[in-house]
């Protein structure tokens, strides 16, 4: 059983044009739950990526815009809970089983045009509930997390935070690299937590996915609780005829069904003729059906020279 969880959040700045890159990043990185700020997805975002599952929360206006999104590995045992949608807030939340307690998982993004109060954080802190870690682009800066400056946004986040006593995971660099060379990059994406602190965790950037925004990564030192795969009779390989023909040589209708004990000889025997059958005539199940890494070396080489050149970037921007 693994003895950590590795939850990534970034600023996809639209989902559906990142996903064959989203697919690499998750393989890469051993990710078992990315968060996404500004999904930009609709009530009609149909995207499908193998091992995940992916949830949204949507603008409230319906529109192409905002949101955020939660994409979690398929085996990881878990519950998607209603999503928490104003038009300051859009967060996805999840619950996930983990040693010792389960846990709130939320993705979170908010705009940055609106001001929101203190209050209205408590708000939605409340509704995450006890033992949770939120993460994502807040647009609230605030010097004790890392930000060039203090907004009022940040101001009143960090007031409830305080109030709260919760613990904030950041990087300590930015993590928002504008286009417009008239902005200064900074820190907009971090996370918040009321269930660890920073000894059982760490948070490191990444620069594999591609926005104007890096991605944090928080590794937690927690068992998660993974589904057990379900025993199956058959499958899609299933010999049928082969079956059919095993059941016909095992099985005698004419046999003495007077006494209880005579049915349950007879129940057990026919329930042990299908289940051999059953096992007989089906292939066992392709290790194909699990979760593989086929990243060719060629692929590995251009993203760690991406991600070196971004760095290059960053660091003479």
Known sequence: MAKSLRI????????????????????????????????????????????????????????????????????????????????????????????????????????????????????????????????????????????????????????????????YLSTDEPTYWPADPNKNPDLLDLAFTDVISSIYSTIESSLDLESDHSTIIITLSTSPIWKTQPLRLCNKYTNWIQFQDYINENISLNIRLKEPTELEEAVQHLTTSIQEAGWLCTPERKKALQETNNITLHIRELVYEKSSARRRWQNTY
Do not use: C
């Open 8 to 167: 990534a959040a970034w600023n996809s700045n639209g989902l559906h044009n990142h996903i064959q890159e989203i697919a690499l990043f998750l393989t890469t990185n051993k990710i078992d739950i990315l968060l996404i700020s500004e999904s930009h997805s609709t009530e009609q975002t149909v995207i499908n990526t193998p091992y995940y599952t992916i949830y949204y929360a949507h603008h409230p206006d319906g529109t192409a815009n905002a949101g955020s999104a939660i994409i979690i590995k398929t085996t990881l045992k878990h519950f998607v809970l209603e999503p928490y949608i104003t038009n300051k807030i859009q967060s996805t939340i999840i619950k996930t089983t983990t040693m010792p307690r389960i846990i709130t998982i939320a993705a979170i993004y908010s705009p940055p045009r609106y001001v929101i109060s203190s209050e209205e954080h408590d708000d939605f802190l409340f509704h995450l509930g006890p033992h949770f870690i939120v993460a994502g682009d807040w647009n609230a800066k605030h010097t004790a997390w890392g930000s060039r400056l203090i907004t009022h946004k940040g101001r009143n986040l960090l007031h409830v935070i305080q109030h709260n006593n919760l613990n």
